[in-house]
């Protein structure tokens, strides 16, 4: 039999979101966009569950139910119900091809994973998790950037965040409970702010694409 | 207490202006929230001016003398920005350029902005500065997109994302030093507690601290706008009505440059000695001074113009501030200046907007003619803005010359050369501007109304600073300003 430890889980864990990053990133369909991220944000919570379990902090499980219901269910969600109602297309636009952008990906986590080396040199947190997180965070930044469209912008940023909470809860446990509510609401009003304008923008142009707000340049 | 009493007097001004569905009644509501507002802020920070730093009883807060006089700031500059909003907005309505319902939604967003500009400023938790400056990019987004307009909306997504994901990687340094000071015994909400981590400064793991730092001065940098993180500022403040620009470059730049200074001073006790990170605020410092020179010399629109500017006196300050003792002396002096001045004069090119509807210098002739007292004051603070004598800016430009010399002779050469562009660049552009004689007469006198008023309050305060940072005394107001960090 397997010896199937908590610690053990929490790698998988973090693997498998590492894995949904590379897909995220050259995913160009919105729906399985979202679905892909729900599912990433649903083993951040599972991440932050488990964690309660191996060090017993007993509000992590909190965190975890927050993150489910935030970020599971209702950030993804809402954003399909905004694209369905503004009529924006299904096909999401970038920069490069599908492709390109994973063979890109998969440079900037070996990057990632050369800087988490230097990291938990000074700082005791997991070699593994800390590189899955810095991994998270560039595979996003590379989305943000890589995305022509408002809705494939968010995601990235969105995935980026899940990048800074993994690393968060891996390196403290999570700060005190109220602080961490307030940050995840920060997140939330955030994404509700962004979606607001991404609707504006959908309705003055029928259209998400981000080349057509380039009026301000020096 | 009476940071509950600052605290309240947010929530009565929030609510005030809510009375009222006539854009003249809500003008006066807010103005009446502003003024309670100014008068708690100066209840609380005046006092702790010349006080050891406290911490509040249940811990939340934190109040030294260098927070004191950014509440004031705070305080005083919503106070003036409400008194030019009222007049602004009444104007606004008049041309049809935002609805009646809008004017309650502005002022509601603008109180919670101030509010959490407070919250950053006071919190000793470190996580709660967090939250609070992050509340300020969301609170401010939707007055950058308040026009609606295609290039306010490219402005406002601007803002929000890269403040957003800058601010993110500030959160990774804010868990690296609650790490470190889980290290140093400190757990759970102690660990984030500033005046905890002050007091075990010297035992906190000097590498994690290190690259803490380097998140958090990436993070909270692009708040202040340096270089090269500085790329959403000028399309921001170039957008957002003219009285939020003025809070948005006078107030919160200083306010994200305060959150970074607190970390500064965490780092330093962690490393025994500041030269590792004054030699990272004077290469950010310089190269933020300098490379906005350009910009502003080839300028083509006035408010973004300004915010350039903006840019360029962080970068003064930032770099004042890796100059040891006598440049935070000489920054603090420069923050206090920029704030009055800076704010004084996009509240004139507020005025010159509403009156020529366009923010492109090409197409606006003769504001002294058409505008003299609005044309007056935007001279003056021009002037001010341009360092020459009374103003507080001439004093710490000075004393930075005298200050960097013989430390950063280089930085200093390069720094004196954008100087000499960004004076010619604003000579070139605003004084034909100003002076330039049009054909046409204008329909109307300027009347005087209470965004006038506003603007002599600054000009008042720039002029008596100015003076008062060359006596002695000045000085010594500053030293024990410093010397409580």
Known sequence: ????????????????????????????????????????SILLAAYAGTLSFVRAEWNLLVMAGLIVVLKGVIIPRFLMRVARESGASQRLESYARPTTLLFCSGIVSILSFIAAGALTSVVGSGYFITAVSFSLLS?????????????????????MENGIFTFGLALTGGLALLIEVGILFDVVVGFALMTILLNWVQKQHASARTDLLRELTD | MFISLLFLSCLFAFVLPLFSRRVEAIGVLALTGASALFLSALALGVPALFVAPSVSPDGLWYLDPFAAILVIIIGFVQWTATMVSVPYLRTEVSHGAIGKKRVREYYALVTFFVLSMFAAVLSNNLGLMWVALEATTLATTLLVSFYAKEASLEAAWKYLLLCSVGISLGLLGVFLTAYAAATSGLTGVAGISFANLLSVAATLPPEVMRIAFVFILVGFGTKVGLVPMHAWLPDAHGRTPSPVSGLLSGVLLNVALFALI???????????????????????????????AAFILVQKNYKRLLAYSSIEHMGFVVFSFGLGVPGMIVGTMHLIGHALTKSMLFFAAGNTLLHFKTTKIANVKGVLQALPITGGFFLAGILAILAVPPSPLFVSEFRLVGAALSAEPWYLAGMLLAGAVIFAGFIRLLMPMLFQRSSEQPASRERLNLSHAAMALHLVAIIAFGIFFLTPAGESFITNIIKSL
């Open chain 2, 262 to 292: 607190r970390y500064k001073v965490l780092v330093d006790g962690a490393l025994g000695g500041s030269r590792w990170s004054d030699g990272l605020f004077l290469a950010f410092g310089a190269l933020s001074f300098i490379v906005p």
């Open chain 1, 139 to 159: 595979v996003g930044f590379l989305m943000l950037v890589s995305r022509k469209d408002l809705f494939g912008q968010i995601i990235g940023f969105l995935v």
């Open chain 1, 1 to 40: 039999m397997m010896n199937f430890s908590l610690p053990f889980l929490l790698v998988l864990i973090a693997g498998s979101m590492l894995m949904l990053s590379f897909v995220l990133a050259s995913r160009m369909r919105l729906l399985s966009l979202l679905r892909f991220f729900a599912l990433q």
